[in-house]
């Protein structure tokens, strides 16, 4: 790069998902409301763009998700209730977790017609500049957060990044699939990506794990891309349009991603959030060991 690329200010968070997976629990509560130890999931991901330097945090809702605009606001009854009683431990963890005033946008996608759609739908709020783009299923666990790296990734080589992650071969048709070239700082470029590829014909076991920085260029495509696998307008479609006029680079996560849209990989973060806190850590180890020696061996 010769020049610093524009910087990335705004974060979108596509939360329109209707949840069908975790019914009844997600009934009458968003399904990114619900708990992963003691926050809530779409907590953990606002938190890593926060700690990227996002300013600016654009969420994309559908109907029955007004309780996260509630989350991001300040509850003055209940502040005003752990002050008198002296709760500084209560308020400050309320403090960490709200965003200034000013600092959240919250619009409708109104119908449920894919990630691209929900994306386009936040083309006003974003206007002209990169963005970062967090699905808020996919939590990732690390001493740094995700989207800091690819920051750093971003500064040198500008243009658009995708987090990617190896997964099993035989999972690859679940997911977006990008095709490895040269390394570049940081990453490397992009040659090709695919959604949900049938079984047995991904270009690498590279998985796009819910993070990217985009060009606002990918809102004019999407606003006329036609709907791709499962019917649904893809946004992977609308990213291999515009890698044919700009570049695409990958990075690659090393820590550990929770699918939290799946029942398995919510269990799984909140046992690996739960066991990385030293003092639950030491109370919940024997429980665990308890339930593991528990399992009787197929066949007995
Ligand atoms: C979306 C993306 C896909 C990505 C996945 C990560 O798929 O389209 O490229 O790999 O998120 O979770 P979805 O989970 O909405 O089917």
Redesign the pocket.
Known sequence: MTHTPKPVRKAVFPVAGLGTRFLPATKAVPKEMLTVVDKPVIQYVVDEAREAGIEHFVFVTGRNKGVIEDHFDLQVELEHTLRERGKKDALDVLAAALPQPGQTSFTRQQAPLG?GHAVWCARDIVGDEPFALL?P??IMQDERGCMSRMMEVYRETGGNIISTEEVAWEETHK??VVEKGDAVAGGFKITGMV?KPPQGSAPSNL????RYILQPEIFSILENQASGAGGEI???DAMLTLAQSQDFHGFTFTGRTF?C?SKEGFIKANLAYAMWDRNMAASLGPELRQLLDAIKPAGS
């Open positions: 990630l699905l299923d996919m997911y977006g959604e998985f796009i794990n819910g893809q946004l992977t699918d849209g």
